[in-house]
Each structure stands twice: as C-alpha cells, then as structure tokens.
C-alpha cells in the first residue's frame, strides 16, 4: 500500500532534550516536506526536498533540522525542543516538485513540557 | 510571498444542505489551487484542485471555482453527508508549474454536518 509513515505517532519530552520523528515513504518520491499544524494558523511549511542531499527551508525552520540521506526517508530534528514547538507535525511527499498531489503522513503529535 | 486566506473558520450546516467555503490569495502568479479534506486523526488528503487556465472543475458532489480577476476561489459541498464533516484547507502555489515547495495553505475550515 502507497503510504507516507511518520513515528512516533505520540510523543510527550522535556525542554532541551533532542529528539527525532522519522518519516518514510514507499512511493519513489522525489519531493519531501515537513508542515507543523496549529489551531488557527493552519499548516505551515518547516523544510522541504526536493531530492536526495537536497533540502531548503519552509515558512518556519527556526528550531529544526532536516536530513535527506535517502531518497524514501525524511527525519526531522528537534536539537533542543523549546514549549513552543509543541505542535502536531506532518510528513508529506509527491512525484515531484510540479503540481501532483501531496500525500500526507498522519501525524506525529508532540508535546514538551 | 503568497498569503491566503479562507473564510469561515467553523461552519456548520444541516445534512443534504450545501456549503461552500471561500478563499483569496494575494500573489496573481498563483496558478495551482489544491483544496485538502482532513478527517480526525489523520493527514490532509486531496479532493479536488484547479489551475488557473480554468474556471471551474467538478467531482460529483464537490465543485471548485476560480475567478482570477478578484483572486478568490471556492469550494462547494452539494447535497451533505456526515462523512463530509472535517477540516478543509485551501491552498495556493505560486510557482512555476504549481510546484510544492511554493504551497501557501489556508488556515482551514471546520465543516460539521448536523443531523
């Protein structure tokens, strides 16, 4: 089945304390992405890929990092998480950086205390 | 870079009623509008989009519209359904080509169908 995978689905940390969501996904996708959804502000672009060892910044990278090592997986980095960046996080990917539809992942919903 | 905006926030209308919900953008380069359905607990998942050599697509019961003059979009729900119920988000590209990178979403519209 054609999917986008993040992990965890849940995660609850501490300020300061590094951490990492994967994301995969089994389509051969060029493009990757990272959005943070929150209420009233919508989906909001991190970093994006647009190939293997290729990444860019979105509308809000301060605090993130990205790696594209892979062509199917996509992490994303938190080195030091701050309260602000409790958020729910998605992973999308597409064919390629025209316009094909996005498939999103179902989200990692993080919480730092 | 692109701003988009999308009106209501919450909307709330009786089943086999229809909604519509209404989006502008700012940047008149912007010629790919996706809109995204997302049901609780999931990711967006797209139901129907439209690129700016056109006025109007329909799917069924979903429509979009698009007048470029007055850069607003629309997407109208005929006839609903409880599993219409979710959060709709418009989107905007102003890439070439509508690429993903240049993706502005709408804030979201939380569609509920009441019985």
């Known amino acids: 089945e054609a999917q986008v995978t993040q992990n965890p689905r849940y995660l609850i940390t501490v300020t300061g304390k590094k951490l990492t969501v994967t994301c995969s996904q089994n389509?051969?996708?060029?493009?990757m992405s990272w959005y943070r959804q929150d209420p009233g502000l919508g989906l909001r672009q991190i970093y994006y890929s647009m190939n293997v060892e290729v990444t860019d910044k979105g509308d809000v990278p301060e605090g993130y990092k990205v790696s594209r090592k892979e062509k199917r997986n996509f992490p994303l980095i938190l080195e030091s998480p701050s309260p602000n960046q409790t958020s729910l996080y998605f992973c999308a990917s597409t064919r390629d950086r025209t316009n094909s539809p996005l498939h999103f992942g179902n989200g990692t919903r993080l919480t730092v205390t | 870079g692109e701003n988009v905006e999308q009106h209501p926030s919450t909307l709330s209308v009786q089943e086999g009623d229809s909604a519509v919900i209404k989006c502008t953008y700012s940047?008149?380069?912007?010629?790919?509008f996706p809109w995204y359905k997302q049901e609780l607990g999931k990711g967006p998942q797209l139901i129907i989009d439209?690129?700016?050599?056109?006025g109007e697509k329909k799917d069924q019961r979903i429509a979009v519209t698009l007048n470029k003059t007055a850069k607003h979009f629309s997407l109208h729900i005929t006839e609903t359904q409880p599993e219409d119920s979710a959060v709709y988000f418009c989107a905007a590209s102003f890439r070439p080509g509508g690429g993903a990178d240049g993706l502005t979403f709408g804030k979201g519209t939380h569609l509920i169908i009441q019985p």
């Open positions: 389509m051969n996708h060029e493009y």
């Open positions: 439209i690129r700016s050599n056109v």
């Open positions: 940047d008149s380069a912007s010629n790919y």
